[in-house]
């Protein structure tokens, strides 16, 4: 079974993603980090406008989740889609982002 990371520094985002996984792929074993390890942090840092320690808290993250044994890491917020490669160079696993997954919801629903 494949184990999900789910990387996120506000708590709204994880039941809607949560419920993404168990309805488009069962077979998947989500894991998540909140609290103390990322959040309010990372928030904090982009919201007073220090992108790179926002950015270094998000990849910081991944590497926690890969040592726990993640097979993908799956960023939470469009906020972070843009730390995906380093997080995945960091980690050497694939990282998805909310921001692609709407592109695909979008152009799935239009086609």
């Known amino acids: 079974m494949p184990r999900i990371a789910l990387v996120h520094a506000l708590s709204h985002p994880v039941a809607p993603v949560k419920q993404a996984f168990a309805r488009d792929w069962p077979a998947a074993a989500c894991m998540n980090l909140l609290g103390g390890e990322l ?3 990372a928030m904090a840092a982009l919201n007073r406008g220090d992108r790179a320690t926002h950015d270094a808290a998000v990849v910081a993250a991944a590497r926690r989740l890969a040592a726990r044994g993640a097979a993908l890491i799956a960023l939470a917020q469009f906020s972070m889609a843009h730390v995906a490669h380093p997080a995945g ?6 990282v998805l982002t909310t921001v692609d997954s709407a592109v695909a ?3 799935h629903r239009l086609a």
């Open 89 to 94: 160079q960091a980690t050497g696993l694939p």
């Open 39 to 41: 959040a309010p942090g």
């Open 105 to 107: 919801a979008m152009r």
